[in-house]
């Protein structure tokens, strides 16, 4: 989503600027009217700009989380919130105590907790800060705080499971890299020399390493390298454009073991979101609108956005969930939800939901890592086994040479 700098006045008559993320400018408009501020003026910085930004400015979700949850504890036991913020700023991270400090002395000169918050888009989302919003035009900041602290826990456990299972296979393939640049760069020169002075056929599987050694040792090696590298940064960029992303979000929902983990995922994203919102007070089709921007999918946005059309047409959730077809609700979701929204309990449903899907998500990953795990390790044996005998096939025709 591109972000968009604005300028605005709140029911106080105070001018307030910030930067947030939206799909359009109307989106923008329409939010925030929805937080009581009129837009005065709208500009899109560059998306380049902004895609590299983050990457320097960036505070871990665990920081923003305890500044949250320390927040939360102060004012649920009375403590002004400039007090409650003074209090918390020493403890929290280096880089963010300055940025509390600003929103202090802006909450002072009678601006909300929420519209401070969004002057730094890089480290409180616009899911953040419509919760917090909706806690305090509600008068229940601290139980917002709380909701939004628990659910930041949950979705740095979802991650650390997801890098847990990434990380064994990607350590394993890059120490293979690393292992068969080391053998083509310095053990096939020796190779080579061995050769020429034994006069043998060379096979042309071999041959080909001794190519590939003489290329890494010259200045194309350096050009071959700085192209690859040219490359990931190119690729990490393009897909950060809408019609590329797109693209790769349909063909990821096709390789059948990496669907099901990217489709369950998302699924406890969505609930989670639709949960915190419900409980905070607001309706349906509000916390599927913000669940509809916390995801990054698209196919699963447009998922989200019949489901909420059919909520402003008048439609029950279960019911639409029942006669579409989702990728990301299955139809024992669908009845579930039927269930809480007859019997009057649908958010502490959708909690039992979040938490049987949590765990059957950390079971597969752990099936996955355990499973995988020696298959990657068969496959690093047999490349460098593959090297190792294409090095010695020459010695091995040189008993035929001799005969």
């Not at 309990?345 to 950390?362: C, G, R, Y």
């Amino acid at each position: 989503m591109p972000l968009y700098r604005w300028t605005g006045i709140n029911h106080a008559g105070t001018p307030i600027r910030g930067a947030i993320q939206a799909n359009t400018p109307e989106e923008l408009k329409h939010d925030l009217l929805a937080q009581g501020i009129a837009l005065l003026d709208i500009d899109q910085g560059n998306p380049i700009f902004y895609n590299i930004q983050p990457l320097f400015n960036k505070i871990a979700t665990e920081h923003v989380g305890d500044f949250f949850q320390r927040l939360s504890l102060l004012l649920s036991n009375g403590v002004e919130l400039v007090h409650a913020l003074e209090i918390t700023t020493p403890y929290l991270n280096k880089r963010l105590q300055p940025i509390v400090s600003t929103i202090t002395t802006n909450i002072r000169q009678g601006q909300h907790l929420y519209t401070s918050l969004t002057l730094y888009p890089t480290v409180f989302s616009p899911f953040m800060t419509h919760i917090i919003a909706s806690g305090e035009q509600t008068g229940k900041l601290a139980q917002a705080l709380e909701q939004l602290t628990i659910h930041m826990q949950q979705q740095t456990t979802i991650k650390q499971h997801l890098k847990r299972a990434a990380l064994a296979p990607l350590l394993t393939l890059s120490i293979a890299l690393i292992m068969v640049i080391s053998i083509i760069y310095f053990l096939v020169p020796h190779f080579e020399s061995l050769y020429q002075s034994l006069n043998s056929p060379i096979p042309a599987s071999t041959q080909l390493l001794l190519t590939i050694s003489t290329v890494l040792h010259s200045w194309q090696g350096l050009i071959v390298v700085l192209l690859g590298l040219m490359l990931i940064s190119t690729s990490s960029m393009l897909m950060r454009i809408p019609s590329i992303k797109r693209f790769l979000d349909k063909i990821m929902l096709h390789i059948p073991l990496l669907k099901t983990i990217i489709i369950q995922h998302n699924m406890i994203l969505v609930l989670q979101t639709i949960t915190i919102f419900l409980e905070s007070g607001l309706s349906l089709a509000t916390a599927l609108e913000q669940a509809q921007k916390t995801i990054h999918n698209e196919v699963f946005r447009r998922e989200l956005c019949i489901l909420i059309n059919a909520i402003f047409s008048g439609k029950d959730l279960s019911a639409t969930m029942q006669t579409h077809t989702f990728l990301l609700f299955d139809k024992e979701i669908a009845a579930l939800v039927h269930v809480g929204e007859q019997s009057g309990t649908l958010t502490q449903t959708l909690q039992k939901v979040i938490a049987q899907q949590q765990k059957s998500l950390s079971d597969r990953l752990h099936a996955i890592t355990t499973l995988l795990s020696p298959v990657l390790m068969i496959v690093v044996g047999l490349i460098i086994g593959g090297i190792m005998a294409m090095l010695y096939m020459p010695l091995f025709n040189l008993g035929d040479v001799m005969r």
